[in-house]
Nanobody, 118 residues
Framework: VQLVESGGGLVQAGGSLRLSCAASGSISGINAAGWYRQTPGKQREPVAS???????NYANSVKGRFTISRDNAKNTVYLEMNSLKPEDTAVYYC?????????????WGQGTQVTVSS
């Protein structure tokens, strides 16, 4: 089982990026999933999450700017980031509860760097 993020990069303040998190392997699907971010010397913090039924939650710092969504057919979770600010600069990680047979396991992706220049 693999969980792979993509879509990070360098963008100017006010710009947008779309992150993807794709699960692959012998899996049945994804239950809940979330995006986290981490900067050097700080703890990893939650950014957004989405439940199996589609309900979402966001950190106060990104509400109204970021949108988490999912495509169950593609086993992929997205994070649309708009109106980016320099303080959004971080490594973004995806975490997902992936169904494998009769069980579900938590997996982390390798992270993708997002850099917002002022």
């Amino acid at each position: 089982v693999q969980l792979v993020e993509s879509g990070g990069g360098l963008v100017q303040a006010g710009g947008s990026l779309r992150l993807s998190c794709a699960a692959s392997g012998s899996i049945s699907g994804i239950n809940a999933a979330g995006w986290y971010r981490q900067t050097p010397g700080k703890q990893r913090e939650p950014v957004a999450s989405i439940r199996t039924g589609g309900s979402t939650n966001y950190a106060n710092s990104v509400k109204g700017r970021f949108t988490i969504s999912r495509d169950n057919a593609k086993n992929t979770v997205y994070l649309e980031m708009n109106s980016l600010k320099p303080e959004d600069t971080a490594v973004y990680y995806c975490n997902a509860e992936i169904r494998v047979g009769d069980y579900a396991y938590s997996y982390w992706g390798q992270g993708t760097q997002v850099t917002v220049s002022s």
